[in-house]
Structures are given as structure tokens and as C-alpha cells.
């Protein structure tokens, strides 16, 4: 089976749509994801990844299964260095969350006092427990820290949704703190990650990120990808965002 994760373009937040650059992002988008032979579609019920999906199902001819549970992960976090206002967990400075060993820990990051006091656990384990019902109803059925392939297959799943939720469920598949992830790696508006199962043994299944982030569609209609996620490539950047 393949998963296709798919982050929404760039993104006019104050009306939770897409700005001229982002409708334009997915127009090429679909026109990549219409060539594939996608068996199921999945869409966060907000507005800028709604937004992004309708051009390929339009294409496709398909109506997308709305999943709350794939809204932008909404945890906000008594950050540090900013006591007068929540932040959310994918935005703290380097010097801060990389001081802390334990958000380096799989089993030990959302025990951080700061993740506690947020709710973390609870939300993360929702989230990840609707994924996994997800994919048992396309035959992978979560055991432990492996999945059995209960009706092996190669569908094609699309997942249009968001960075931070993106990560959440990445770093479920991958078994790694999603703070890595959240604060190391950066997927661009319309951006789309795949990953594929292996089963090398019979009816047992893990899952591989084959490419992470790829914005291979805006190159090739000579769109440069939006700046949206990403912070100041040098502290003295013009027009890039510090904070």
C-alpha cells in the first residue's frame, strides 16, 4: 500500500484558504495526483487543505472522506521564552528544545512537564488511534510496534492535510519523537510525502518513507515553492520571518 501525505498549498490563514500562489500549487498538484490510480481520498475539514484537495478530485472524478482527526494538530504549549502567550509545539527555538534530552526520546517527550500540562498524550494517541483504525479498514492492522497485513494490497491512499499533523503521523509510522520531525524537517505548501509498505515476510508490515516533502510538480509547471513553514535561511534575510 502506498500513503501519499500531502500538505496543503500555500495558505491564506485568515481565511483558512489559499492564496493566488496556493491555488496555483494545486492546480499543479492535481495535475500530478490525477495521472495516479488513487484508490481513496482523505481530507482535514479546514478550509486551505478543502481547498487544496477539490482541483484533483475534480480531476479524479472522486469525493474525498472528511476526517476531523486530520485537522492541523492543535496542542498549544506554555513555550519557554514566551510566557505571555501559548505557542504551538512545533515553533520553539533550537537552543531550547534541543537542551532537553528527553523530546529526543520516543516514550519520554510528551512526559516533558510542559507537553503534560498541554493535554499532549491525549491528543497524540487520539490521533494516532483514529489513523491506525484508517488503515486497518485497508487491510494493516496495527500489532504492537509492527503492522500485520491482514489483506495485503497496493492502493494508493491521499491524505490532504497539514504540516504539524503531517509529522504526527510520520512519526507514529517511524517510531521517533514528532519533535524531530516538527523542528527538523519542513514540508512546503503542496508538498507531498509517500510512503509504502514492505512486507518481507508474509503478513507482516512496516511502513518506509520513499520521499519526503517533494515539490517535484511546482518545478516542473516553474513554480518556486512558497516560503510558508520555513524561517530565515540567514538572521539577516530580508522578507523572512524571524518568529
Not at 3 to 18: F, K, Q, T, V, W
Not at 138 to 160: K, M, Q, S, T, W
Request: charged share 30%; proline share 5%; aromatic share 12%.
Amino acid at each position: 500500500m502506498r500513503l501519499l501525505i500531502i500538505r496543503h498549498g500555500d495558505p491564506d490563514y485568515e481565511h483558512d484558504s489559499l492564496t493566488p500562489q496556493g491555488w496555483r500549487e494545486a492546480e499543479l498538484l492535481s495535475e500530478r495526483l490525477a495521472k495516479l490510480d488513487i484508490r481513496a481520498c482523505y481530507v482535514s475539514p479546514l478550509g486551505r487543505a478543502k481547498d487544496t484537495a477539490s482541483l484533483t478530485l475534480k480531476k479524479l472524478g472522486c469525493t474525498a472522506t472528511e476526517c476531523e482527526w486530520l485537522r492541523e494538530f492543535f496542542v498549544p504549549i506554555d513555550r519557554p521564552d514566551v510566557p505571555d502567550r501559548k505557542k504551538i509545539p512545533w515553533d520553539w527555538l533550537p537552543q531550547d528544545w534541543l537542551a532537553e534530552r528527553a523530546f529526543y526520546d520516543r516514550g519520554q517527550w510528551m512526559e516533558h512537564s510542559v507537553m503534560q500540562a498541554a493535554g499532549m498524550r491525549e491528543e497524540y494517541t487520539r490521533v494516532t488511534k483514529e489513523f491506525d483504525a484508517l488503515l486497518a479498514s485497508h487491510g494493516y492492522e496495527r500489532d504492537g510496534e509492527y503492522y500485520r497485513a491482514v489483506h495485503p494490497n497496493r492502493d494508493i491512499l491521499a491524505f490532504f492535510c497539514h504540516f504539524g499533523l503531517e509529522c504526527v503521523l510520520l512519526s507514529h509510522l517511524m517510531h521517533v519523537s514528532p519533535m524531530i520531525l516538527w523542528h527538523q524537517m519542513c514540508a512546503a505548501p503542496s508538498s507531498v510525502t509517500t510512503v509504502y509498505t514492505e512486507e518481507r515476510r508474509a503478513g507482516i508490515a512496516g511502513f518506509r518513507v520513499c520521499g519526503f516533502g517533494d515539490t517535484s510538480h511546482l518545478y516542473a509547471g516553474g513554480e518556486e515553492p512558497s516560503f510558508a513553514a520555513r524561517f530565515c535561511e540567514t538572521y539577516d534575510s530580508e522578507g523572512e520571518r524571524r518568529d
